[in-house]
T-cell receptor
């Protein structure tokens, strides 16, 4: 079993829909990253969080440390949100050299 | 604008040849990383560097080599000893590697290497 599991693997939705992508992990962590990989391959860091909730524009990330679970929400989704969303966890007592990455959720927003 | 530049975007090589992938950053970050991405797998760490003239092996360092002679540059050489070199390679940087740093990762746009 992978230490970081994302669901769903693929998600197709209509423009305007509310999107939720989930990340579950099985190890102790000090932080969790949400990343966005564009169709061309480049990756952008969306959030780094260790507790609670963060919001940036239409994106919201939450984490529940006790349940070992994080969610990424996109409100009022738009075709430009189409990308692969990757969750990565930073292991407890380690720095960025001990990141474990999920395999990603491919999101497609249809106009 | 500050960022990370990887070049080239696509690279083709014959089996048995060494090839070097370029990664340059102007973010003044101490830490730099090389990751490999294969279909259906999460990113895997090849090498990382915490500071100039220092680098450490990651989880899949065999068949790769790096150097960190300048803060801005962290080239990766894929040697002929790497059994399955065809992959997408991503370079990243952060202000620091360390736990106490609020140090998100910044990524380049990647280099897709094909070896035939």
């Amino acid at each position: 079993k992978n230490e970081v599991e994302q669901s769903p693997q693929n998600l197709t939705a209509q423009e305007g829909e509310f999107i939720t992508i989930n990340c579950s992990y099985s190890v102790g962590i000090s932080a969790l990253h949400w990343l966005q990989q564009h169709p061309g391959g480049g990756i952008v860091s969306l959030f780094m969080l260790s507790s609670g909730k963060k919001k940036h524009g239409r994106l919201i990330a939450t984490i529940n440390i006790q349940e070992k679970h994080s969610s990424l929400h996109i409100t009022a989704s738009h075709p430009r949100d189409s990308a692969v969303y990757i969750c990565a966890v930073r292991r407890l007592n380690f720095g960025n050299e001990k990141l474990t990455f999920g395999t990603g959720t491919r999101l497609t927003i249809i106009p | 604008d500050g960022g990370i530049t990887q070049s080239p975007k696509y690279l083709f090589r014959k089996e048995g040849q060494n090839v070097t992938l370029s990664c340059e950053q102007n973010l003044n970050h101490d830490a730099m990383y090389w990751y490999r991405q294969d279909p259906g797998q999460g990113l895997r760490l090849i090498y990382y560097s915490q500071i100039v003239n220092d680098f450490q092996k990651g989880d899949i360092a065999e068949g790769y080599s790096v150097s960190r002679e300048k803060k801005e540059s962290f080239p990766l050489t894929v040697t002929s000893a790497q059994k399955n070199p065809t992959a997408f390679y991503l370079c990243a940087s952060s202000r620091t590697v360390y736990l106490w740093g609020n140090s998100p990762l910044h990524f380049g746009n990647g280099t897709r290497l094909t070896v035939t």
